[in-house]
């Protein structure tokens, strides 16, 4: 027999099963409702908001240069652990020291200036004195006493105009001096290297913005999460609420975290509003690395040992069955079997966890509600097809 005649006699016989299941339907004149239902039990309940998130460093400083050079060594690497104040890379300091040696010299030229200025102010004071006194005595005219006090207010000025002269030759070595101590990187903080943007023998410049050398994070062992929460669910958000959440790394552990910080400012990408919520972890072991993806759930609430119904009994919808039930359906509630059919029961929720709901009341613990519906025509013909294709 040939593959083609196969196909055609399988194809046929699935015609036949099919024909067959649809006259078991037609002929079943009573189409009795079929009801599954579930217990209403106790238990625990936990509703969490869902999202994602990036892990980082609690405190990243970014270490950079003020003044402009070429990197002479380098002395960290990535992952280096440093201490604040430990010097993690040099500036060729040549050109520093040179100018720190020139302003150095211009102090000493305006000291000498100094003492020379307020020598000549010295002689005019004594050769004004002189001039008093013969003046007084009517020795010499007076136009000699007016020169004379001339030269002293000069020599006077002179003085004023040295002495800023030297603070301004100080001030220039200070910049240059500091300016030299600048080619010594330092670390600000202890922490670690997660990031070397340098190399020995490159060129920097610091003419417009610092550039960034070195990104330092302060303390691995304290992690942060930076989640994006939706804004139909950022009302549920509150601070101190516990988050537990899985990284791709480790996905058979679940870490723990606690919410810090709601942001208040809105992120907007193609009209989707979220705020990003700041979750505080503990990372001990260092398994947690910067820039790893978290998924994460916060707890936003919780119930312990309470009655729930499952939520697909809060979606049946009876509507061919209304005139039958023995209550009309208004407002929140769920279909329970009495005598065989549907009664409505109104029912106050609480919290849900996306499989189970709370009921605050309207249930006992121990009755059944109705999860799911079909006519017995509908399982005759399912379990039909499955036997057949069994």
Known sequence: MTPKRILIIVGWVILIVLICVFIVNIGDKKTEEGFSTAKVTKGDIVQTVSATGTVNPVAMVLVGTQVSGTIKHIYVDFNSPV???QVIAEIDPSLFEAQVEQARANVLVAKANLKKAEATLADAAKNLERTKTLFAKDLIARSELDTAETNYQTALAQVGAAKAQLAQAEAVLKSAETNLRYTKIVSPVDGVVISRNVD???TVAASFQTPTLFTIARDLTKMQINTNVAEAD????AVGQTVNFTVDAYPDEVFNGQVSQIRLAPTNIQNVVTYDVVILVDNPELKLKPGMT???SIITAERRDVLRVPNSALRIFLERLRKEA????EGTGVWVLKEGKPKFVKVTLGV?????TEVISGLEEG???VVDTRTRAQQKS???LLRFFR
């Open 200 to 202: 020995v023998g490159q």
């Open 326 to 329: 023995e209550s009309k359906p």
């Open 352 to 356: 849900s966890d996306g499989n189970y």
């Open 83 to 85: 201490k604040k104040g």
């Open 367 to 369: 009755q059944e509600v």
């Open 294 to 296: 978290a998924n994460v």
């Open 382 to 384: 399912s379990s039909a």
């Open 234 to 237: 950022i009302g549920k958000i």
